[in-house]
């Protein structure tokens, strides 16, 4: 057994398909949201530009960047040159974050970099119009299934821990912010356990044991998120879409062990997986 079938296994197409999907939709809708920011500053409102060496929008580029993006999102989601399109839709969302810093949000940075791994991941090989015929089972390359995975557990920590200070644990933010209308201790205490699911899931979905749970864990707080809050619906709808594009990921990642035996069984697979995108 070589090391580099135990770092590079590959294993079942299904789960990043469905992980290809969902980050289409969170593609279309930064796509949009970047669109209508830079939209207002082509019609004369305030630039904040990263770089000034970089000419401000106008009225025709913007509209290009919309079309590509979501011609992006749709040969996205139909698995048609499934490669070309991540890469595109993750140049344009970064080209999107120079282009001025009013466009930056967490989602939006989180949907570029997943993107730009799933361009890597031979995400066409299942459920797409473009999928390769007579191979049902073809395997896709578990690397950049890694580094998705590993971006979003990063996430969730990150997110975690910025959350422990006392201006979110005193429960006030998530009384402005959600339609609830009950007393503090409430919003206190669902801020505490805000904070101990971020960190629980940054953890927990990488223990073969836990990770059921975590994945309910997951699903029970951005469905919370959606329904809780009061606006942005759409936007907190594309930032659960990404981060819910990984949780098949955890739950089929191969062991070692495992990951060793498959690359016995197909050394086949690695030259077909190749083959077309």
């Known amino acids: 057994m070589r090391l580099t079938d135990l770092l590079d296994p590959r294993v079942d197409g299904r789960p990043l398909a469905l992980a290809r999907m969902l980050l289409a939709f969170a593609l279309a809708v930064c796509a949009l949201e970047s669109s209508a920011v830079l939209s207002g500053i082509a019609a004369g409102k305030l630039q904040y530009p990263v770089l000034a060496i970089i000419p401000g929008p106008t009225p025709l580029a913007v509209q290009v960047f919309q079309v590509v993006g979501l011609l992006a999102a749709v040969c996205l989601l139909l698995g048609l040159f499934a490669r070309a399109s991540a890469a595109t839709g993750s140049a344009l969302l970064a080209g999107a974050l120079l282009w001025d810093q009013q466009t930056y949000s967490s989602h939006h940075l ?65 009384q402005e912010w959600m339609w609830l209308d009950a007393p503090l201790w409430v919003f206190q205490a669902l801020a505490v356990a805000t904070v101990a699911t971020e960190l629980f899931l940054a953890a927990a979905l990488w223990i073969r044991r836990a990770r059921v749970l975590a994945v309910v864990a997951g699903v029970g707080l951005h469905l919370s998120i959606l329904v809780g809050l009061t606006d942005q619906t759409l936007v907190l709808t594309a930032f659960a ?21 498959a690359s016995a069984r197909q050394p086949a697979s690695r030259s077909a997986a190749a083959t077309l995108d």
């Open 110 to 174: 989180l949907v570029t970099l997943l993107l730009a791994y799933l361009a890597f991941a031979h995400a066409g090989q299942r459920w797409g119009i473009a999928a390769p015929r007579g191979r049902e089972h073809a395997a896709v390359p578990w690397w950049p299934q890694l580094l998705m995975m590993t971006q979003v557990s990063v996430l969730y920590l990150f997110a975690g821990l910025s959350k422990v200070n006392p201006r979110f644990l005193s429960g006030e933010p998530l």
């Open 241 to 261: 879409a990404a981060s819910l594009s990984t949780y098949w990921l955890f739950l089929t990642r191969p062991s070692l062990r495992s990951a060793g035996a």
